[in-house]
């Protein structure tokens, strides 16, 4: 078998922690700075040996078809809807994700917009700083401690998830695939019978085909009308204008949302609402956990070209 080439190429930017030691070790191309990326691979695609890519972005098969010689595909992150892995499969293109090193921080931020949607902390904030504290009162919040919470997917961040409630003393609810006999939580055979019993509807399921807007209007009219909708995983699961729309006539009480359809771009409907946290998909935006997933992507990078089993393959 003859060695792969030792270019990579970088579909969108990374950590600079992670860019520099690649840097370092290979010659890495930047494609997002090609000013026309499909001349860019007809001409130079044949020499990449590894692509890296983050989960928001994927890689087109359009791109891949350009790369008759990429053995793999390493994410920067864990989601993998943005690759088509059937295609990656037909060419032996392994792909590689973060797997476990950004469970707990997403499942933090889960737990930090539910708590902030409930206890209406970012409205209490802005309370204090308007100097409105001064001539009234506070307006009550809604008590997280001994509710029902859904689960919509029971992967490692549901699990992780689903501790946290437990410390809350939180009735734990969830639907999967199947139900897991080993876990001590009550199982819901779809999404609608999850949502019935939900005031806290979290969504961690995988995106990608299955589950593209399968939390739709249906699933807004079957949660009571004081719930909470909390989305950590991605924005094309959630029917947008359905949630819009169930926000608007009262359905549900609020939403906490840190992953949206288009993403950067946001529904000017969800900005002006006051009972909508939004964060800018930043579950699992810290300085230890982004430094997990670089030695992860690095690590995966290294064996493939080193020829070694891949740590961290799941296809």
């Given at each position: 078998?003859?060695?792969?080439?030792?270019?990579?190429?970088?579909?969108?930017?990374?950590?600079?922690?992670?860019?520099?030691?690649?840097?370092?070790?290979?010659?890495?191309?930047?494609?997002?700075?090609?000013?026309?990326?499909?001349?860019?691979?007809?001409?130079?695609?044949?020499?990449?040996?590894?692509?890296?890519?983050?989960?928001?972005?994927?890689?087109?098969?359009?791109?891949?078809?350009?790369?008759?010689?990429?053995?793999?595909?390493?994410?920067?992150?864990?989601?993998?809807?943005?690759?088509?892995?059937?295609?990656?499969?037909?060419?032996?293109?392994?792909?590689?994700?973060?797997?476990?090193?950004?469970?707990?921080?997403?499942?933090?931020?889960?737990?930090?917009?539910?708590?902030?949607?409930?206890?209406?902390?970012?409205?209490?904030?802005?309370?204090?700083?308007?100097?409105?504290?001064?001539?009234?009162?506070?307006?009550?919040?809604?008590?997280?401690?001994?509710?029902?919470?859904?689960?919509?997917?029971?992967?490692?961040?549901?699990?992780?998830?689903?501790?946290?409630?437990?410390?809350?003393?939180?009735?734990?609810?969830?639907?999967?695939?199947?139900?897991?006999?080993?876990?001590?939580?009550?199982?819901?055979?779809d999404v609608l019978s999850l949502a019935k019993n939900s005031d806290f509807f979290i969504v961690a399921v995988s995106g990608g085909k299955e589950s593209l807007g399968i939390v739709n209007r249906q699933?807004?009219?079957?949660?009571?009308?004081?719930?909470?909708?909390?989305?950590?995983?991605?924005?094309?699961?959630?029917?947008?204008?359905?949630?819009?729309?169930?926000?608007?006539?009262?359905?549900?009480?609020?939403?906490?949302?840190?992953?949206?359809?288009?993403e950067p771009k946001v529904p000017a409907e969800f900005i002006a609402m006051d009972n909508v946290v939004l964060q800018p998909h930043v579950a699992s935006a810290t300085h230890e956990t982004r430094q997990?997933?670089?030695?992860?992507?690095?690590?995966?990078?290294?064996?493939?070209?080193?020829?070694?089993?891949?740590?961290?393959?799941?296809?």
């Amino acid at each position: 078998m003859s060695q792969p080439a030792q270019h990579v190429l970088l579909i969108a930017p990374v950590m600079d922690a992670l860019l520099q030691r690649l840097d370092a070790h290979y010659t890495v191309h930047r494609l997002y700075q090609q000013p026309d990326a499909a001349s860019w691979l007809v001409e130079n695609g044949a020499q990449i040996g590894a692509v890296v890519t983050r989960g928001d972005v994927g890689v087109t098969t359009a791109v891949l078809e350009n790369l008759p010689q990429a053995g793999v595909i390493a994410i920067f992150g864990v989601g993998t809807d943005a690759v088509d892995l059937d295609y990656a499969r037909r060419r032996n293109i392994a792909v590689t994700i973060t797997a476990g090193a950004l469970t707990d921080d997403v499942a933090d931020l889960a737990f930090g917009l539910l708590l902030s949607s409930a206890r209406k902390l970012c409205q209490g904030d802005r309370f204090v700083r308007e100097g409105r504290w001064l001539q009234e009162n506070p307006a009550l919040a809604t008590q997280v401690s001994r509710k029902r919470i859904g689960i919509f997917g029971m992967g490692n961040i549901g699990r992780a998830i689903a501790r946290r409630a437990a410390g809350f003393d939180m009735e734990i609810y969830y639907t999967d695939r199947q139900a897991d006999a080993a876990l001590p939580y009550r199982w819901c055979e779809d999404v609608l019978s999850l949502a019935k019993n939900s005031d806290f509807f979290i969504v961690a399921v995988s995106g990608g085909k299955e589950s593209l807007g399968i939390v739709n209007r249906q699933v807004f009219q079957a949660l009571p009308n004081h719930a909470l909708v909390i989305n950590i995983a991605r924005g094309s699961i959630i029917n947008e204008p359905d949630l819009i729309a169930a926000l608007q006539n009262g359905d549900i009480a609020g939403a906490g949302l840190d992953v949206f359809s288009q993403e950067p771009k946001v529904p000017a409907e969800f900005i002006a609402m006051d009972n909508v946290v939004l964060q800018p998909h930043v579950a699992s935006a810290t300085h230890e956990t982004r430094q997990r997933m670089s030695n992860i992507v690095f690590e995966n990078v290294d064996a493939y070209f080193n020829h070694r089993p891949l740590p961290h393959r799941i296809n």
